[in-house]
């Protein structure tokens, strides 16, 4: 969805300034603050313009900023304040002047609104004439391209023609001197042939300065073409600073997630504590109610005791004085005053003992509060500790949730840069790699001579191939020389492999003659991990990155299927029980698949084998399966040709719980059965008819990619299995 934005000029800002209201303190009367909210916001800044009617469409009366001021500070004069009628025609007049200007307001706004429209739809008119106009450079260019070639025939054939025109001249010449009829004749024939040698020369020089401006136009295209370069480079530079800072983001989130984890720790061992701590705190508040109830019970039975011992005390008094008295008077006997010493020594030992078991209780008292006291303070210091860690958890949570949040964004920002460098490279995009020389090829009747121009335009581009003394030229979006390793090739695509995971469909085909390399290419060599071909490395990219962003909340769900289109027929590579192919056996299980594409933009096929896979080892299998289940031929251009296209199929959904972000991306990889001759190949009976179905699904789908590189409005997908089959993935917008 384009996203358009409108700037009004200059003048036209000038002139809705002149016609806005003043700002806020040069009036607070009441009805200027009515006014504002009617007109549905605050005030713009008057301009220092002088006002102007020139062009208004807001009606024929127009008020400019001292107007509005004098209307809105205007009082109302009434010769006597009694006189109702009088104010009220005032007033009336008063309103009438305001409705005018809000009326002339509201015209402005709605004729502001309509601008803005009109600027808007200018605006899209705009790009969609750029667009045009940059895809009739793009069809102009194709069509000089054209002309330069055809003019370069036609020049050749002019010298051509030239030469023939003077090595007859001198035969002619020759001729005249034997015979004088022939010389005459001749000499017509020479008249003739300046004449034709002189259109030829004025042909030849209109070619030369159609070519000359040609040239010039493409060194424009060149330049224009160097500029899209560069400012690739900075994108890609840009986008190496955003994954830069998202790792250091990440290695925060890291730090603080295992800082997290630390004080949660930390946090637990401390409510064991302060639920030990609270425990027995109530053992001791328990103890201590315990404590004083007995204290109280003591000091009851203390008190007691200090009663009996004074009311005892009181009885030996009396009984001293009684007995004083009596020994006194009646002179009583010794026996009854010892009796009675010893009761009151009894009674004095039983008031000793009984204080010191008071004097006991009270320490304990005092022990057991010492003790309450002690808990309580230990109580706080860990409440108070709870609540600083508490408090520190709380800000790590908002750091976490701050870093994730950037994560967030610099995933966004990601996202965004990588699909535009994507987009500037070029949806559709095709890369050449060159075989090295076998022992076969060196000192073949046939052997073409390769070589790689080492201009700045076309280094790492292009190729030059000489056959027969020709030279001819080719351009890719990238050539791999024949000492590119697998992990060179692995290198260029896996921007197209992220895109997958980022919710796209992309498709990567192995394109060439038998014995080219597209198997060693997308397979590689089973047990030498420098040779692993693309599909593993695809795979092993996928499932690292799904494990690293298993961090930022993604959770990723992984489908293979792998399939073979054999002669026009679909065959299931991941069969239970599947035999190895059998040319003279071509069953397929007594299954018929059909192919099925949904609202959704999502491809089915019935009856195939789908199988939801968690690593790359359990792909590694699934591949070696089908390695061994795949239709495999011997020619006489090579003993082990893949007799059909061989299609790897990996849907990837993801789901973001945090976010609520769904993607659902589809890599398909496809290895593409062997175009060869039927002159060189020698192919007869079932390999002939191998051969006719796999040049003719070929063909079907450069038919499919020119129309779509040429946004053509029909492509033919049905005309072929293969193109109907990858008819969803190839042709929409977010393909790569």
């Not at 027929?569 to 299980?589: C, M, V």
């Amino acid at each position: 969805m384009s996203k358009y934005v409108v700037d009004v000029s200059v003048e036209k800002r000038r002139k809705i300034g002149n016609v806005k209201m003043p700002p806020a303190n040069l009036s607070t009367r009441t009805n200027r603050q009515a006014l504002t909210e009617r007109n549905g916001g605050g005030d713009l800044p008057p301009s220092s313009d002088p006002p102007s009617t020139t062009g208004s469409e807001c009606g024929v009366t127009e008020f400019t900023k001292e107007s509005i001021d004098a209307l809105l500070s205007e009082r109302l004069k009434v010769k006597n304040k009694f006189n109702y009628k009088e104010k009220c025609d005032q007033m009336g007049d008063y309103i009438k002047r305001l409705k005018e200007c809000l009326r002339w307001f509201q015209q402005l706004e709605k004729n502001c609104a309509s601008e803005i429209e009109s600027l808007k739809e200018c605006l899209e008119a705009k790009e969609k004439k750029y667009n045009e106009i940059e895809m009739l450079m793009k069809a102009k260019e194709e069509e000089l391209n054209s002309i330069i070639m055809e003019l370069r025939r036609n020049f050749e054939a002019s010298q051509e023609k030239l030469l023939k025109e003077q090595s007859d001249k001198l035969e002619t010449m020759d001729l005249l001197a034997k015979e004088k009829e022939a010389r005459v004749s001749g000499e017509r024939q020479l008249a003739t042939l300046a004449e034709d040698l002189k259109r030829a020369q004025q042909d030849i020089a209109g070619a030369n300065q159609k070519i000359q401006s040609l040239n010039d136009m493409y060194k424009r295209l060149q330049e224009y073409n160097t500029s899209l370069q560069q400012y690739n480079s900075k994108l890609q530079s840009e986008l190496a600073t955003t994954n830069d800072g998202l790792k250091r983001v990440e290695k925060e989130k890291a730090a603080v997630v295992e800082n997290l984890s630390t004080l949660r720790g930390h946090y637990t061992s401390l409510q064991e504590q302060l639920s030990s701590s609270r425990a027995s705190q109530e053992d001791a508040v328990r103890q201590k109610d315990v404590l004083a109830n007995e204290a109280g019970t003591l000091r009851t039975d203390m008190q007691q005791l200090r009663e009996d011992r004074d009311r005892k005390a009181a009885q030996v008094e009396a009984l001293n004085s009684e007995l004083a008295k009596w020994q006194d008077r009646f002179g009583q006997s010794s026996a009854d005053l010892d009796t009675m010493i010893v009761k009151s020594n009894e009674l004095e030992g039983k008031y000793l003992s009984q204080a010191d078991e008071i004097r006991k209780l009270r320490q304990q008292l005092a022990i057991a509060e010492k003790k309450s006291e002690m808990s309580d303070m230990s109580a706080m210091e860990t409440r108070t500790e709870f609540e600083q860690q508490k408090k520190f958890i709380l800000e790590l949570q908002s750091r976490l949730a701050d870093a994730e949040m950037k994560v967030v964004e610099g995933e966004k920002l990601r996202k965004k840069l990588h699909n535009t460098i994507l987009e500037l490279k070029g949806n559709i995009r095709v890369f050449c790699r060159v075989r090295p020389l076998l022992s076969d090829d060196v000192g073949a009747p046939d052997m073409k001579v390769i070589s790689f121009p080492t201009t700045m335009e076309l280094l790492g581009r292009g190729i030059d191939l000489t056959q027969n003394g020709q030279k001819h030229s080719f351009t890719f979006d990238k050539v791999f020389m024949p000492d590119a390793s697998q992990e060179d090739v692995f290198v260029e695509i896996s921007q197209l492999v992220q895109s997958a995971l980022d919710g796209y469909k992309v498709c990567i085909f192995a394109y060439g003659q038998t014995g080219s390399g597209k198997t060693f290419t997308m397979m590689g060599k089973p047990g030498n991990p420098h040779e692993k071909g693309l599909i593993p490395r695809t795979l092993e990219q996928v499932f690292e990155t799904r494990q690293a962003l298993q961090s930022q909340g993604w959770k990723y769900e992984m489908q293979v299927s792998m399939l073979e289109i054999y002669n026009e027929t679909i065959r299931d590579l991941l069969l239970p029980n599947r035999p190895g192919f059998d040319a003279s056996k071509a069953d397929n299980g007594g299954k018929q698949y059909a192919i099925k594409h949904d609202a959704n933009g999502n491809t089915h096929v019935s009856d195939l084998t789908i199988v939801d896979v968690c690593s790359s080892r359990e792909v590694s299998y699934l591949l070696e399966r089908a390695a061994q289940s795949r239709s495999v031929g011997k020619t006489q251009m090579n003993e082990q040709s893949s007799r059909s296209h061989f299609v790897f199929t990996l849907r990837i959904l993801g789901v973001n719980e945090s976010t609520e972000q769904q993607v659902q991306g589809v890599l398909n990889l496809i290895d593409l059965a062997g175009s060869e001759r039927l002159s060189k190949s020698g192919s007869t009976g079932d390999r002939l008819r191998e051969t006719q179905a796999i040049n003719k699904s070929l063909s079907s789908l450069s038919d499919v990619i020119f129309a779509l590189a040429k946004k053509e409005e029909h492509v033919p997908f049905r005309n072929s299995k293969l193109t109907y089959l990858l008819q969803v993935t190839v042709s929409v917008v977010e393909c790569r």
